[in-house]
């Protein structure tokens, strides 16, 4: 079975829109001013041109589609532009010989070949060849162009989702394991306190797992989660943690990466000293510009703990995938505070944002 060359829009549209004009020169080569006078022209030696123009614009459309897929890269255009070059030789001179010597020999219209109409006609040939060529290698290189910057675009995002997914997957085991050591420790101090931890905490962790699921999560959702791990706090330490959250509804649907709060919340009761007289306190709240501020009086331990890090460097991270500015660090001899840029959600791509949160918040965040 013969499988044709399927030829592009472009090269389509070139071809319908050249071959009547290519069409009515080479009629005037072949009969001069005959050709404004004697109809017999028109309905015969018109369709005749035709018929030759799309059998040797089909061979020029073969001839360049076979030199794209030798040559493709664009690193290889100057091999590819000089072997389409050479259509001239394979393709367009043979055919305007052909129809020059079949109109001779068949003397169609009392046609008789002379040099200057050969030359006339190789030299109209020879200009077809070169608008032709010179378009389809333009559009080819624009398209391989395209293809080569979506590629780039591509490599880029799956580069990202990797970084973001490996910056997801240490949060779990971060959170998880310190609640653990949490839990170590209230088994020996008070059993019955650590039951309702380990309830509290099965809890909170089933959230966790569905909510880091998404690279981003909105902010009535963080501040939901945020409520419920505050009453693992509570379970363990009593008022030793006082967390203060004031916000405004207007900003529920605004975005930031999942389970931010919760690990700067964790961050602060790690490395600050709790008691009762000396409560940790860690306010949550909104400020102009879209953001979010998270502060804690500082109350440094003397003995500092092991830390990874996780935390900061990771909020840190996923803005900066993101592509997101803002996200600040600072501290004084009273505070540390951390602010955090809220995301619209027409700012960020689709694939990061969580449109809603998981249908199960309510039932996790009640007790």
Known sequence: MIKFE?????????????????????NYILYKDRLFSDYRIWLVSFPLIWVAGVITWYFHVVYSHSMQRKYPGLNQSTMRIIMKCLVNIFVMSPAVL?????????????????????????????????????????MYIMDKNKESIGEKELLSQMSLQQEFDVL??????HFLFNCFNTLSSLINEDPKK????????????????RNNETGLSTLENELKFIESYSRLLKTRHGEAVQIQVESNS??????????????????????????????????????????????????????????????????????????????????????????????????????????????????????
């Open 194 to 209: 650590a039951e309702v931890f380990l309830d509290e905490l099965s809890k909170v962790y089933r959230y966790l797992l």
């Open 98 to 138: 052909i129809i020059f010597l079949s109109y001779d020999a068949l003397h169609i219209l009392g046609y008789s070949l002379t040099q200057i109409d050969l030359m006339n006609g190789l030299l109209v040939g020879f200009a077809v060849n070169l608008v032709f060529s010179t378009l389809w290698e333009a």
């Open 250 to 367: 207007r900003y529920d649907n605004y975005l930031l990466p999942s389970l931010s709060l919760q690990m700067l919340v964790e961050n602060a009761v790690k490395h600050n000293v709790l008691s009762k007289n000396k409560p940790l306190i860690i306010d949550i709240f909104l400020v102009a510009g879209n953001k979010l501020v998270v502060s804690n009086n500082l109350q440094r331990r003397t003995k500092k703990g092991p830390s990874n890090r996780i935390g900061l460097d990771n909020i840190r991270t996923k803005y900066k995938l993101l592509g997101q500015s803002g996200f600040q660090v600072m501290e004084d001899p009273k505070n540390f505070t951390v602010v955090m840029p809220l995301i619209w959600n027409s700012t960020i791509d689709k694939r990061w944002m969580t449109m809603e949160g998981p249908k199960t918040n309510d039932n996790l965040i009640s007790k």
């Open 6 to 26: 399927r030829s592009t829009k472009i090269e389509w549209y070139s071809f319908l829109a050249a071959m009547p004009l290519i069409d009515l020169g080479m």
């Open 168 to 173: 997801k997957s240490q949060v779990n085991p």
